[in-house]
């Protein structure tokens, strides 16, 4: 079954400290992945995506098809980037969402 | 701004009345997806509608209904509703040939 795991809820960093978000999937064939973001009060918004390959706010996530992953990271957290992320895959018309995580970047 | 706006934001409803939420989709973004959100999980796809046409459904019963229209709105009809249809109901449009989505601010159902 295709399936996006996000084992954190919850993940709470010093500002200036290493963040990365952890996501596996489950997918037979190539899979095409997207982290999306959502900021206190604002609608879901794409942060980035696998296939573009791109680097947006600092962060960047690198597909490990052999260990199934698609880990999101950023170098040195910002406070600005205490929001929920999402991970999510598309097949089949439709995209499937790992549950989220919270990340609370503390001053 | 992407474009996508939902109405309305809140809404109450009693067990076993129905609904109508309503979604403005960005233009030229010919299809549109439906989600549910309940509390402290990821999304659920509903449906899917790609030029009035349904092309798509996740694990949700026939009480869940939706229709497109040609000036890129639609709806996601609920019937008989149930105290577990409370959540949070997203719509996100994008354009036929790209799979980014781009998502509306949702609709916030409670049903008592």
């Known amino acids: 079954a295709q399936r996006v795991t996000q084992p954190e809820k919850l993940l709470s960093v010093f500002k200036g400290a290493p963040v990365e978000l952890k996501c596996n999937y489950s997918?037979?064939?190539?899979?095409?992945l997207f982290w999306y973001v959502q900021y206190s009060r604002q609608r879901l918004q794409l942060l980035l995506r696998h296939i573009s390959r791109e680097s947006i706010k600092g962060f960047t996530a690198d597909l490990n098809k052999g260990e199934t992953s698609f880990h999101l990271k950023k170098p040195f957290a910002q406070e600005e980037d205490s929001a929920m992320y999402y991970c999510a895959l598309y097949s089949n018309y439709q995209l499937i969402w790992g549950a989220g995580t919270k990340l609370i970047i503390k001053p | 701004e992407t474009g996508v706006t939902q109405s309305p934001t809140h809404l109450i409803k009693t067990r076993g009345q129905q609904v109508t939420l309503r979604c403005s989709s960005q233009s030229g973004h010919n299809t549109v997806s439906w989600y549910q959100q309940a509390l402290g999980q990821g999304p659920q796809f509903i449906f899917q509608?790609?030029?009035?046409?349904?092309?798509g459904r996740g694990n949700f019963p026939p009480r869940f209904s939706g229709l497109q229209f040609p000036n890129y709105s639609s709806e996601l009809n609920v019937n008989a509703l149930e105290l577990d249809d409370s959540a949070l109901y997203l719509c996100a449009s994008r354009p036929t040939f790209d799979t980014e989505a781009f998502f509306g601010q949702g609709t916030r159902l409670t049903v008592v």
């Open positions: 997918y037979s064939g190539s899979p095409e």
């Open positions: 509608y790609y030029r009035e046409e349904e092309n």
